[in-house]
């Protein structure tokens, strides 16, 4: 019993902390533009596809790991610049079909080049076989990608709440004519934020697919967990992401044991009940970042 | 042992992954891409052509199903000079996106107004047993069920125009038993995709097993389109069984076989299952994870026989990839098509039907025929187990099960 518990915690921690780096690039999107970004999905299923790609004709996963999320990067780049920056300050409603536009072309892309099998990126040599925590045998792997998370969530979190380009996002934010007026480019800033959540996802792309099957889905799959995160961490709160990220991968995990077909339903229960008790989401309301 | 279990979830096919996407609107822009309509000829009777239609899925996830499918049917009449009987030979490909109504409006599309002589497909047991009757009440065509495989398609739509070229859900499970009883262990634990496919799976092989004397010590069934399988292979871990015997296929399958040997199971227990746990489209993302573990299937790709080398070199030729089962079953509903109506000289269902229950089919897979009472393939099973082949890991046939029927669900027609 302890065994079971053990192991699902350390599955838990890992899927939220990889639930984390996509749903923050969704929430911090959100929480300074306004995008509700439905192509975030398939970010990170580009990722994990480049990530097969690179980690596959170079023999090398490192590799893959560095240059798969920033080619993700630069299409969100793409999609920011050419698409999205013209619509600002219409109803979010043209931000919701346009981005769902990409998520669809994104994913009829992928079929037609890669087709609909699954794919897998290898894992190098050195992350292979297992380790035992405890009373658990563990994958060496899925405790690595449980460390790369968590770093790179505690990294970002202190550079939102501390560096200077943290405070400029929040600023932005909260009030994009102030800092226009202060000779900031707001443009620059959000097109930063977007890529910089692309570059999230796609890392949590190589990430993931080193243990899960790359295949065309997986971009529709995950997105619907993000939203959940999203909504229950509130809309656009950095902190209150990565705490539902955590909560999500734990109830999935324990669910998974207890009652597999009902972890779904958990998930959506789980948000209801946050949204009739405070509807703005855990850390909602006016937060930006 | 409870058929009747299944009933509670969807019946979707073998071979897919699920993803909780509302496939239709999704779809409907990413489409487009497969199906190529071959509209503005639609061939009548009178005409000295011979219609086929399609009811596939070619989008969606299903979409590398229904084209492999197609590719085998064609590759057949291709060899010929696209004739069958000095007729020619048109094609009519409808997408039914594995959707149920989409699949109604196709057949009867292509029944209808096409007055198809043969109609291929579908994928989806779902699908199929949502086509049955429209195929029931149009009768004026054969219709090749070049996949679906639950048992129920036979048991409800025990219609005389319906050939299995595929498989059933038995075939591909019971038969294992005795294999795993004899060479493996006696204790199993059963893991399975909860749905109907894979609960028919689990427990048509468990049946078998219980009554050769096996002891099924545990039995853990995981949401279709799971992603992280750790939790329960914590489960199968500790059920201490010998061996396991799974379900799972697509996706779900790359998933499960390569948690499998990522937390170390596979130096524990050994792996067997149903031979959509270990495919020709799910091997080359398990890679090494599968070495070693045991399916039943009707085909591989590897099946050491001329028939089979001589299919599989045209394939490649034609396609510049090897067949799949998916192709055989496309390749062997041309086959069958093709006798029939040469043997008759007619393109007439109530001429064909009794033409095909006689009929032998030299398959790439090995003899086919179908059981007058249900119209199901009888044909051989196939014991694989993975090895390291030139091109990474393939599925080396050991053991062959000959001529297996299987039961017939109260279908005598």
């Known amino acids: 019993m302890l065994e079971v518990f053990i192991r699902s915690t350390f599955l838990g921690l890992q899927l939220g902390m990889t639930f984390a780096l996509i749903a923050a690039g969704l929430t911090l999107i959100f929480g300074m533009m306004d995008v509700i970004n439905f192509a975030h999905g398939a970010l990170y299923m580009l990722g994990a596809y480049f990530g097969t790609v690179i980690a596959g004709t170079f023999g090398n996963y490192w590799l893959a790991l560095l240059l798969a999320p920033l080619f993700v990067g630069l299409i969100g780049a793409a999609i920011e610049i050419f698409s999205l920056r013209p619509l600002y300050g219409r109803n979010p409603l043209y931000h919701i079909l346009l981005t769902f536009g990409f998520a669809i072309a994104i994913q009829g892309a992928i079929v037609l080049i890669f087709g609909g099998q699954s794919r897998r990126i290898d894992v190098p040599t050195v992350l292979e076989g297992t380790i035992q925590v405890g009373p658990v045998t563990y994958p060496v792997y899925w405790l690595f990608v449980l460390i790369v998370s968590t770093v790179l969530i505690a990294l970002i979190w202190i550079g939102i709440e501390r560096s200077n380009l943290g405070i400029l996002m929040r600023a932005s934010a909260h009030d994009t004519e102030m800092v226009n007026a202060l000779g900031i480019d707001v443009n620059k800033v959000f097109t930063g934020v977007f890529v910089f959540g692309a570059i999230l996802a796609g890392i949590a792309g190589v990430l993931l697919g080193g243990s899960r099957s790359v295949h065309p889905g997986m971009g529709m799959g995950i997105i619907i967990e993000a939203f959940v995160i999203v909504v229950i961490g509130g809309l656009g709160s950095f902190r209150g992401a990565v705490y539902a990220a955590l909560l999500v991968g734990l109830v999935t995990a324990y669910g998974s044991v207890i009652a597999p077909t009902l972890t779904e339903l958990f998930l959506f229960a789980m948000m209801a009940i946050v949204l009739i008790i405070k509807p703005s989401g855990l850390f909602g309301a006016t937060e930006a970042a | ?413």
């Open chain 2, 1 to 413: 042992m409870s058929q009747g279990d299944s009933g509670t979830s969807e019946s979707r096919t073998v071979g897919t992954t699920s993803q909780t996407i509302s496939r239709r609107g999704y779809l409907a822009g990413a489409g487009a891409v497969g199906a190529a309509a071959l509209a503005g000829c639609a061939g009548g009777e009178d005409d000295d052509t011979l219609t086929v239609g399609f009811a596939l899925p070619y989008t969606g996830t299903y979409a590398m199903l229904g084209e492999s499918i197609t590719n085998g049917f064609e590759l057949y009449i291709d060899e010929h000079d696209g004739e069958v009987n000095g007729r020619e030979v048109e094609f009519v490909e409808r997408d039914t996106e594995a959707d149920t109504n989409r699949g109604v409006d196709v057949t009867r599309e292509l029944l209808v107004e096409y007055q198809a002589d043969a109609i291929v497909g579908p994928v989806s047991s779902a699908v199929a047993m949502a086509m049955i009757d429209t195929v029931q009440s149009e009768a004026n065509s054969i219709w090749f069920n070049a996949n679906a495989g639950d048992y129920r398609v036979t048991q409800d739509g025990c219609t005389p125009y319906h050939f299995r070229t595929s498989f059933n859900d038995w075939q591909t499970s019971a038969p294992l038993a005795e294999f795993v009883y004899d060479e493996v262990a006696d204790n199993v634990c059963l893991a399975y995709a909860d749905y109907a496919f894979g609960v028919n799976s689990k427990d048509f092989f468990a049946e078998e097993f219980e009554d050769l004397g096996g002891e099924v010590v545990d039995e853990v069934g995981a949401p279709l389109g799971t992603d992280d399988y750790s939790s329960y292979l914590g489960q199968i871990e500790d059920s201490g069984a010998e061996a396991v015997f799974s379900f799972f296929a697509g996706d779900d399958a790359v998933n499960y076989v390569n948690q499998f040997s990522d937390f170390g199971l596979d130096e524990e227990m050994t792996q067997t299952g149903s031979g959509f746990l270990l495919s020709g489209d799910t091997l080359p993302a398990q890679g090494d994870s599968a070495l070693g573990m045991y399916s039943l299937l009707h085909y591989a790709d590897t099946l050491d026989t001329d028939r089979n080398q001589t299919f599989y070199d045209a394939y490649a030729d034609a396609y510049g990839e090897g067949p799949n089962v998916y192709a055989c079953q496309g390749y062997d509903s041309a086959q069958a098509f093709a006798a029939a109506v040469e043997e008759t000289g007619s393109s007439d269902a109530d001429d064909l039907i009794p033409a095909l229950e006689g009929l032998q089919i030299d398959s790439p897979r090995g003899p086919l025929a179908f059981n007058s009472e249900t119209h199901d393939p009888v044909h051989n099973l196939y014991v694989r187990e993975v090895v390291e082949g030139d091109d990474g890991p393939e599925n080396e046939v050991i053991e062959t099960f000959e001529d297996i029927e299987g039961p017939t669900w109260g279908c005598s027609l």
